[in-house]
Nanobody, 124 residues
Framework: QVQLVESGGGLVQAGGSLRLSCVASGRTFSGYAMGWFRQAPGKEREFVSAISRSTGSTYYAASVKGRFTISRDNAKNTVYLQMNSLKPEDTAVYYC?????????????????WGKGTLVTVSS
């Protein structure tokens, strides 16, 4: 059974940093695109970042570009999200996503696997 388990969330002051991790289990995910979405209180879930399965190409929402960095370790079936210069508006539950289709990971549509999320709270 496939599981995605996120970790690394917490409370941080504005300007601080956090590193999220998502460990995938149940199969090998080197052939899958991986990414992150987030959902702030009272708002819809939104795309944050994605990384392709083969070339390692990366994609970011405009709101996080230049502050967040996505990476993956295929040997560990893990995707990371390094978040720097955090802002109060980054406060949200962050979800890991995995799918064979990069478009699905970037849009959230038809995604094969979602994690349960990890809460990031940025205080002002």
């Amino acid at each position: 059974q496939v599981q995605l388990v996120e970790s690394g969330g917490g409370l941080v002051q504005a300007g601080g940093s956090l590193r999220l991790s998502c460990v995938a289990s149940g199969r090998t995910f080197s052939g899958y695109a991986m990414g992150w979405f987030r959902q702030a209180p009272g708002k819809e879930r939104e795309f944050v970042s994605a990384i392709s399965r083969s070339t390692g190409s990366t994609y970011y929402a405009a709101s996080v570009k230049g502050r967040f960095t996505i990476s993956r370790d295929n040997a560990k079936n893990t995707v990371y999200l390094q978040m720097n210069s955090l802002k109060p508006e980054d406060t949200a539950v962050y979800y890991c996503v995995v799918d064979r289709n990069l478009v699905s990971v970037r849009t959230g549509s038809g995604v094969d696997y979602w994690g349960k999320g990890t809460l990031v709270t940025v205080s002002s």
